[in-house]
């Protein structure tokens, strides 16, 4: 028997990179702006319970549409935080943190009836094969079969997203207000409203993660589902050096890390190598890497930095 099935070991390195891939894309951002958003995992978190919410009540469709917005409408709590009233940005991601897993297991309760979980088989969107990709030799095109389109999106996304922060005045401005915030007011443009739209975005984008874990992966919604994913993509877009490129394939490292524990087959290693050793892996291969590139990357200038001035417009 083989070690690993690498069609299915594809399949979900997939799945789990856009995850990582999404929330880590709001994080840059929102770290671009100049505001560091450690509150991504919570953010997540919120649109797991609202996504499997609305896909039950709703549709898939509108249920990932309800996870971006609840997580876009509950990031303000941290732009409020951090950018009107200046409080550390690491505090306010933290009690963000804390604050969701209370959060969703009331919404939980009040959806569900259970403060843990919801039933399972929560409706998905129809799936896709991928021509050509799905005829891949030793098995490798099963990765590309039965795909969900919403992998498709979100990685579709890093090209507007290199266009935006590029080529239009937003992004200009965006990335401005988190090298220098100074500079870019003496030039007549408020910083305020750029970090919010900054945070809000990195809210919506990890709110549709959630969602696409909820609705699309796993099909129901259950307590710790994220399981640190949201910090793995905060060590995704570091060692992209804020930027959409290396992010994503920073997030398909990460996300086939995760791929691995989930698809080894009875195999020797289960026979000396405790369980939960396979499991760390994804966790000791974003320490590694992260460990690696430091000293190697270049934040934004002004991200973490409290902007003072005009009482922070």
């Known amino acids: 028997m083989p070690l690993l099935d690498l069609g299915a070991a594809l399949a979900l390195c997939l799945k789990y990179s856009t995850i990582i891939f999404l929330a880590g894309l709001g994080g840059l951002f929102c770290e671009r702006s100049g505001i560091v958003n450690i509150g991504l995992e919570g953010l997540m978190v919120t649109g ?31 732009a409020v935080a951090t ?31 259970a403060a843990t979980q919801s039933d399972s088989g929560i409706p998905d969107l129809p799936k896709l094969d991928i021509p050509l990709l799905s005829n891949l030799p030793w098995g490798l095109g099963r990765a590309f079969e039965n795909m969900s389109p ?11 997203a290199i266009w935006v922060l590029r080529r239009t005045r937003f992004g200009l401005r965006l990335r401005s207000a988190g090298e220098n915030p100074e500079a870019t007011r003496t030039l007549g443009v408020r910083v305020a409203p750029l970090r919010y739209a900054g945070v809000m975005i990195s ?45 994503m394939i920073g997030a398909l490292v990460f996300g086939f890390a995760q791929a691995i524990p989930l698809r080894l087959d009875d195999f020797f290693l289960w ?40 009482g922070g417009t």
Not at 206 to 227: C, D, P, R
């Open 48 to 78: 797991t319970v609202m996504a499997a919410w609305g896909a039950i009540e709703f549709g898939p469709v509108e249920g990932l549409l309800l996870g971006l917005l609840a997580g876009a409408v509950f990031s303000l709590v941290h």
């Open 271 to 310: 026979s000396w190598l405790p369980e939960q050793f396979i499991r760390m892996i994804p966790y000791v291969v974003t320490i590694v890497a992260i460990a690696g590139f430091v000293g190697k990357v270049q934040p934004p200038a002004a991200a973490g930095r409290a902007y003072e001035g005009a």
């Open 150 to 160: 919403v992998v498709l999106v979100a990685f579709g996304l890093v090209w507007p």
């Open 83 to 113: 950018v009107t009233f200046r409080v550390d940005h690491i505090v306010s991601g933290v009690v963000i943190n804390v604050v969701a897993l209370g959060l969703a297991r009331f919404l939980s309760q009040l959806f569900f009836g």
């Open 203 to 247: 809210g919506a984008l990890a709110g549709l993660a959630g969602g696409f874990l909820s609705i699309e992966v796993n099909q129901l919604y259950h307590e710790g589902q994220t399981q640190g994913l949201g910090f793995i993509a905060l060590a995704a877009l570091i060692l992209g050096n804020w930027r959409p490129i290396p992010l």
